[in-house]
């Protein structure tokens, strides 16, 4: 993928982002925030049994957060909660520059290179690090 | 003006995050290294050469800031790690012995967090209430508001002299006039006012002034508490240990060094407050005055040039300092601060530590442009050109 066709992907889901303040009642939630900068996003999820039927959001935050957060959304939807755990597990390999299965990934290879910019790398690991830590939650 | 004293100026970068810190001119770094080279000693302790150039030099700081702010006594500057420290010391130190059930603090919700916690504390610790002056449409404090919010249980006015979100002065001589009238103490936190304009704390009449040395082209962690003398002298220790004590045998019998240095706990940044001695000579060279125009002059231009930008949303059209607050339409503020970075610009995204203002702005996040006397009209046709496109913005934001 060229850094123009990464950087497509990125804009279309900072402006319209998956699941961006959808009612979410009855679901688990969780809030995510890095101290180092201002993001702060909420994350809601339903499930069934240990399988993610929905994913909603809503917050603050900027471009790689948002839109990372939205193709989270659309990746996970679907998942179980240990195949939900692997995927974040490649996603942290993925922006700690180390070996990753890009094909678990899809589109959320187009952080990559965006991750190694300064501490560009938090902004796109915020919603996963929410994520897990509701999984975990779940599975108590 | 005076660009060439910043080493940092000479490379491809342009500053405009002055409220945060300021740079630092060569003559104030030369300064520090030279204590740390040739008299690195402590202050207040040897009989040696060394060390009477240390005290020699430190106390010829505060006679500076004496000077500087129009003090009239030497013991009523206390040295402290910065602003932050100072206000904690004038709430917890002062003001938590005084203050009783149901006594008010009045406050409003552009202050900067230091300026809100240390009350927010004694709610706790003395059942006291905070409330808030409301502000006006421009977001700024009227007398008349003041007056407005006064109760019978008012006891103190603690506001900043420019806000660091909005920048607009404060009319801190009349509140003082106001308050004093009603018994009502008056403690001004000065970070962004003292490094931008004249200030006189006999005129203003305020009882306590907090400020730091790093937002004035000075060193970080020092700063500055002022008191009148006669409420200093009742002002406790927060910090007890070495150089502050006269004697001590037993804990019933300890006895405490004369103001200001039993507010000086502990070995001082002594290289720092030199070093802001010599900051102060500094800014005293160009002249308070004549930085307070110049900026008042940038921002103008500035904002005359942001005006016709329909994509830029400006909080603060209004304002006598040179803080300009701004969003770019539908652009995450610290997205704008990525793009602008990527052109070497520096600005400062997020809620700048006021984040109760969100009540009264209705916005959470800005962008936040803060001038001083080494900008440049260059500067500002830079920024505003890449400011200008917007499609580039987005597209460069990531």
């Given amino acids: ?140 | 003006m005076n660009r060439e004293d910043f080493p940092l100026l000479s490379e491809e970068i342009i500053y405009f995050d002055n409220s945060a810190t300021s740079l630092k001119p060569k003559c104030v770094i030369d300064k520090m290294n030279d204590y740390y080279l040739n008299y690195p000693a402590n202050a207040h302790r040897g009989d040696y050469d060394l060390s009477y150039k240390v005290d020699k030099e430190y106390e010829e700081t505060r006679e500076l800031v004496r000077d500087f702010i129009h003090a009239e006594h030497l013991e009523e500057i206390v040295f402290t790690s910065g602003t932050t420290e100072s206000l904690n010391m004038i709430a917890d130190g002062f003001f938590k012995n005084l203050l009783e059930e149901n006594d008010e603090v009045l406050i409003t919700t552009s202050e900067h967090a230091s300026n809100v916690l240390p009350w927010f504390r004694l709610v706790k610790t003395n059942s006291i209430k905070v409330n808030y002056i409301p502000l006006d449409s421009n977001y700024y404090v009227t007398v008349d508001n003041v007056k407005k919010a006064i109760t019978p249980n008012t006891k103190v006015i603690s506001l900043a002299g420019i806000t660091n979100v909005i920048g607009d002065i404060r009319p801190i001589k009349e509140i003082c006039k106001l308050a004093h009238e009603q018994n009502i103490f008056v403690v001004l936190d000065g970070a962004q006012m003292l490094p931008h304009m004249n200030v006189d704390v006999k005129d203003l009449d305020v009882d306590f002034l907090a400020f730091s040395a790093h937002k004035m082209c000075g060193p970080t962690g020092v700063g500055v508490l002022y008191g009148k003398k006669e409420l200093l002298e009742h002002l406790e220790p927060i910090t007890l240990g070495g150089g502050m004590n006269e004697s001590f045998d037993n804990p019933l019998e300890v006895y405490l060094k004369e103001l200001p240095t039993r507010l000086e706990a502990g070995t001082r940044n002594i290289a720092g407050v030199i070093g802001f001695g010599e900051t102060i000579k500094y800014l005293n060279k160009i002249g308070m005055d004549k930085i307070h125009k110049y900026e008042l002059d940038l921002r103008k231009y500035l904002i005359d040039k942001l005006i016709p930008l329909k994509h830029i949303d400006i909080i603060n059209i209004e304002s006598d300092s040179g803080i300009v607050t701004f969003n770019v339409a539908n652009v995450f503020s610290q997205d704008v601060a990525y793009f602008l970075n990527k052109y070497n610009i520096c600005v400062r995204a997020g809620n700048h530590c006021a984040k109760i203002l969100k009540s009264s702005v209705g916005v959470n996040n800005t962008v936040r442009v803060s001038l001083y006397f080494y900008n440049t009209y260059e500067e500002i046709d830079n920024l505003v050109e890449l400011l200008s496109d917007y499609d580039k913005i987005v597209k460069e934001m990531i």
């Fill in chain 1, 1 to 140: 993928m060229t850094e123009e066709e990464s950087r497509d992907i990125i804009i279309e889901n900072y402006l319209h982002p998956t699941n961006r303040n959808k009612t979410h009642e009855g679901y688990q939630s969780v809030n995510t925030k890095n101290e180092s900068c201002i993001d702060n996003i909420n994350l809601y999820i339903k499930w069934n049994e240990d399988k993610i039927e929905d994913i909603a959001f809503d917050g603050e935050a900027c471009a790689v957060s948002i839109s990372s957060t939205s193709i989270m959304i659309k990746n996970l939807i679907g998942k179980s909660a240990k195949e939900a755990l692997d995927y974040i597990n490649e996603f942290y390999q993925m922006t700690s520059g180390e070996e990753y299965n890009k094909d678990l990934l899809k589109d959320a290879v187009v952080y990559d290179a965006i991750s190694k910019q300064g501490n560009r790398k938090v902004c796109a690991n915020l919603p996963l690090k929410g994520m897990e830590r509701a999984i975990l939650e779940h599975l108590k």
